[in-house]
């Protein structure tokens, strides 16, 4: 054995009794370094989970802020009723668990070979015109059910 190497188990008790004297660890040698970066990374370009989550969050806001104006829009011209308030609070927990599918659906298409951007907004872009065409059919129909 080399002997300016120390062996591992040797070391993981030396860092264990600097940590418990509140001592940081030590670092590991030049050559363990060097022998720990020669193993490529083959997750180097992807983000992590939580960027992926944070990414579609910051997309959930324009997503529901679409549907929100819709919807409004769509009342205040039918008159508005403050009884479909109460009906469209149901929609929108519905409209909002739906769109937990597109991190997932990213997800399995980018394991496919797609490129995630694309991937991402096309999700995007579709989920949403499906929720738009679901929240005007869905409006349309409380609206008319409230004049009755």
């Given at each position: 054995?080399?002997?300016?190497?120390?062996?591992?188990?040797?070391?993981?008790?030396?860092?264990?009794?600097?940590?418990?004297?509140g001592?940081?660890?030590?670092a590991?040698?030049?050559?363990?370094?060097?022998?720990a970066?020669?193993?490529?990374?083959?997750?180097?370009?992807?983000?992590?989970?939580?960027?992926?989550?944070?990414?579609?969050?910051?997309?959930?806001?324009?997503?529901?802020?679409?549907?929100?104006?819709?919807?409004?829009?769509?009342?205040?011209?039918?008159?508005?009723?403050?009884?479909?308030?109460?009906?469209?609070?149901?929609?929108?927990?519905?409209?909002?668990?739906?769109?937990?599918?597109?991190?997932?659906?990213?997800?399995?298409?980018?394991?496919?070979?797609?490129?995630?951007?694309?991937?991402?907004?096309l999700?995007?872009?579709?989920?949403?015109?499906?929720?738009?065409?679901?929240?005007?059919?869905?409006?349309?129909?409380?609206?008319?059910?409230?004049?009755?």
């Open positions: 054995m080399n002997g300016d190497r120390v062996p591992i188990d040797q070391r993981n008790a030396d860092n264990a009794a600097d940590i418990a004297e001592l940081p660890p030590s590991p040698s030049l050559a363990e370094s060097e022998a970066s020669a193993i490529p990374d083959i997750r180097a370009k992807e983000p992590t989970s939580m960027e992926v989550f944070f990414a579609w969050e910051k997309l959930r806001l324009a997503f529901n802020a679409l549907l929100l104006v819709i919807v409004v829009f769509m009342m205040l011209r039918a008159g508005f009723n403050p009884l479909a308030i109460v009906f469209f609070g149901e929609d929108a927990v519905l409209a909002n668990l739906c769109y937990c599918v597109g991190p997932v659906a990213e997800g399995y298409l980018c394991w496919l070979g797609l490129p995630r951007i694309v991937v991402r907004w999700v995007l872009l579709f989920g949403t015109l499906i929720g738009v065409v679901l929240a005007v059919e869905r409006a349309a129909e409380l609206l008319k059910r409230l004049d009755k």
